[in-house]
């Protein structure tokens, strides 16, 4: 009889625990140029894959149980293709994402993190990277506690002055310090370092337009100012400010200045359909991949490098309306 009762109670307890457990759930609609594509959930910290499904009728859907392996909250990326479209927080709740959103909503801390992210756009539209990073450290500190701040520490990683890394990271908690993704951007940040403006630019091959393999200092001219453009076909900002980096070629390309785009994560057929579309006057490198980052520690595109008439880096990371501002002073008559 009280083995029959043992039995019960476990029973009991074992359903009530599986009726504690948080669920968290994912509603996904997209386009038709997405159908039958595979759409994958990865985990932010390290990438790697949580969860699978395919689009279909432009509908997909993901529904997760917390477990050992998974606590909630937990910040994740939805890819489709290798690129991430959307972020997701996984916590209790159903959640909704629409092609035309970054971040779904109906969760507590989706909704709050689409309303940081919707902020930062607006700064980043600004061009100000000293705002951009000033808002995302205030915004980690104000989260360490919880799966916002992962997202926020690591955009502060990506571009933060290198010398200022190592006490971040000692004050940073070590579920964040000690992640893949972490270290990741720790490592760039050492090459940023390595190649900042005072240091001599470290050369790298690419191709050519026909396809053989091509120095990226056999396009600097001596003795000329340069401004190395790091950018993609596929990438809306790069090709939005190509005007004003033609005009900036043109007004000054006969006082000694020169313009090189380096194409990197991209296809050469991509990288020259976008210089015959654009009529791109200035020599570009073709498929580099993913070589700039790994020596310059940069993490987003466009990136703008200029360096003096004796290959020296005077600057990183600037718009091109401040290395106009440059220009006006290194090049005046």
């Not at 005009?247 to 194409?263: E, M, N, P, R, S």
Request: hydrophobic content about 35%; overall charge negative.
């Amino acid at each position: 009889m009280k083995k029959t009762a043992s039995i019960i109670l476990c029973a009991a307890v074992s359903l009530a625990f599986a009726a504690c457990k948080k669920e968290s759930k994912i509603e996904m609609n997209f386009p038709e140029k997405y159908e039958g594509k595979t759409v994958e959930v990865m985990n932010f910290a390290d990438s790697t894959v949580l969860a699978t499904a395919v689009v279909t009728d432009g509908k997909a859907s993901f529904a997760s149980t917390e477990n050992d392996s998974v606590r909630f909250p937990l910040f994740t990326q939805i890819v489709i293709d290798g690129r991430i479209r959307a972020y997701y927080i996984m916590e209790e709740g159903t959640a909704q994402l629409c092609d035309s959103m970054s971040v779904p909503s109906g969760t507590p801390l989706n909704d709050r993190f689409s309303t940081m992210l919707s902020s930062l756009d607006s700064i980043e539209n600004l061009d100000d990277m000293t705002m951009y990073l000033d808002y995302v450290e205030k915004t980690y500190n104000e989260n360490k506690d919880n799966a916002i701040g992962e997202y926020f520490g690591i955009e502060w990683l990506k571009y933060a002055e290198p010398q200022r890394v190592d006490s971040f990271l000692n004050l940073a908690p070590a579920g964040f310090r000690d992640t893949r993704r972490a270290k990741h951007y720790e490592e760039f940040a050492r090459h940023r370092a390595q190649t900042a403006p005072g240091m001599k630019y470290t050369d790298f091959s690419g191709e050519n337009e026909r396809g053989k393999k091509m120095l990226f200092s056999s396009a600097i001219t001596p003795g000329h100012y340069t401004l190395v453009d790091f950018w993609a076909s596929w990438c809306p900002y790069c090709i939005k400010e190509l005007p004003e980096m033609q005009q900036l070629y043109a007004d000054y390309h006969d006082k000694g200045f020169d313009i090189v785009g380096v194409a990197v994560r991209d296809k050469t057929e991509d990288t020259e359909a976008m210089v015959k579309k654009h009529s791109i006057p200035w020599s570009v490198i073709y498929n580099t991949q993913r070589v700039p980052y790994d020596i310059y520690g940069f993490s987003g595109i466009p990136h703008h490098m200029l360096l003096d008439p004796e290959g020296v880096i005077v600057s990183r990371g600037e718009s091109v309306s401040q290395i106009r501002s440059r220009l006006e002073q290194l090049l005046k008559d």
